[in-house]
Nanobody
Framework: QLQFVESGGGLVQSGGSLRLSCAASGFTLDYYAIGWFRQAPGKEHEGVSCISSSDGSTFYADSVKGRFTISTDNAKNTVFLQMNSLKPEDTAVYYC??????????????????????WGQGTQVTVSS
């Protein structure tokens, strides 16, 4: 069974940092676009950052450029999102998802979404002002 498990969310003050982890099971992340998405109450799903597990190419939403960094550890089958200089508007439930690179790219995945991909259950990030 394909599955993702996210962890690392929590409550942090504005300007602080968190590192989210997304561990895959049931498949290996050797040819996938993997993305972090977030959804705040009353807002639409937003693609935050996406990466290719094949060549490491990345995409970042303008709202997080320069503050967030996505990375993979293929040996551990895990994707990370390092979030620095957090702002209250970063408050949301963060999800990871994956789609085979045969049908998408990191940029396409982040912009168009990962509706039919494999999703995790989400982790809450709350940034206080």
């Amino acid at each position: 069974q394909l599955q993702f498990v996210e962890s690392g969310g929590g409550l942090v003050q504005s300007g602080g940092s968190l590192r989210l982890s997304c561990a895959a099971s049931g498949f290996t992340l050797d040819y996938y676009a993997i993305g972090w998405f977030r959804q705040a109450p009353g807002k639409e799903h937003e693609g935050v950052s996406c990466i290719s597990s094949s060549d490491g190419s990345t995409f970042y939403a303008d709202s997080v450029k320069g503050r967030f960094t996505i990375s993979t550890d293929n040996a551990k089958n895990t994707v990370f999102l390092q979030m620095n200089s957090l702002k209250p508007e970063d408050t949301a439930v963060y999800y990871c998802a994956a789609i085979t690179l045969a049908i998408t790219t990191p940029q396409s995945m982040c912009i168009m979404g990962a509706g039919l991909g494999t999703w995790g259950q989400g982790t809450q990030v709350t940034v206080s002002s």
